[in-house]
């Protein structure tokens, strides 16, 4: 599902987003559907979407990025807290970067995304899975890196269906995702993309907190 609004669109902010992108998950509607966030923006969107559907359970699913030697911020790929990994197998061999390299910032990262989505749930139970229509939202897709690793992840859990969800993504990576995800909804995919903060008028950086006040306010 692509080009939902003008070629190039524009949020005012995260919340408009995820009430547009909720209308357009309305075929989920009444499924008891479980939305699940990326921390932190893409919490603020998917908390939009699940009160839209009415019935879907709100939660979390931590993905970090794998950092290369040297440029920690220069994704080779991500690691959910679920356990699902992603590598960018192209730019890995292009760098020469080491297997025992990956391998091992791997375990520490996925370490921390296991830490980080225990501090976020709190005392809460870790929702079902099994069997479920399964929701993943962020506030926009650009190398989708750490969505295809939550998609991973989910789908270790035997979902019924796994469902891809953003305001915007890039083209290329939207197609990505189209060969791992059930359905991806996409409310644009311009060929002229950028960063996913030049689509929103206000893209502030969200906190901790108030990804612990949209998760406990469900």
């Known amino acids: 599902m692509r080009e939902l609004l003008a070629s190039r669109p524009h949020f005012l902010n995260r919340e408009t987003a995820g009430d547009a992108l909720g209308k357009a998950c309305a075929v989920y509607a009444g499924r008891h559907a479980l939305v699940l966030g990326l921390p932190r923006g893409g919490v603020v969107v998917a908390a939009r979407v699940a009160r839209a559907l009415g019935d879907a359970e709100l939660d979390v699913v931590v993905a970090k990025k794998i950092g290369a030697p040297g440029a920690p911020e220069f994704a080779l790929g991500a690691v959910a807290a ?3 990994r992603f590598l960018d197998e192209r730019t890995i061999q292009h760098l020469g970067v080491p297997r025992d390299y990956l391998e091992s910032t791997s375990r520490a990262t996925l370490a921390e995304a296991r830490r980080q989505e225990a501090a976020f749930r ?5 929702p079902r899975i099994a069997g479920r229509v399964v929701i993943l939202v962020d506030d926009g897709i650009a190398t989708g890196s750490t969505m295809r690793a939550a998609v991973r992840a989910v789908r270790q ?3 019924g269906r796994v469902v891809v969800a953003a305001p915007v993504g890039a083209p290329e990576t939207c197609a990505e995702l189209r060969h791992e995800a059930d359905d991806v909804i996409c409310l644009a ?10 689509f929103y008028d206000d893209f502030t950086q969200v ?11 469900v």
């Open 82 to 84: 679920g356990g699902g």
């Open 122 to 126: 709190g005392s809460r139970p870790a």
């Open 207 to 217: 906190d901790d907190r108030e990804v612990h006040r949209l998760l406990t306010a």
């Open 189 to 198: 995919e311009p060929e002229s993309f950028g960063s996913v903060g030049g």
């Open 157 to 159: 859990a035997g979902p």
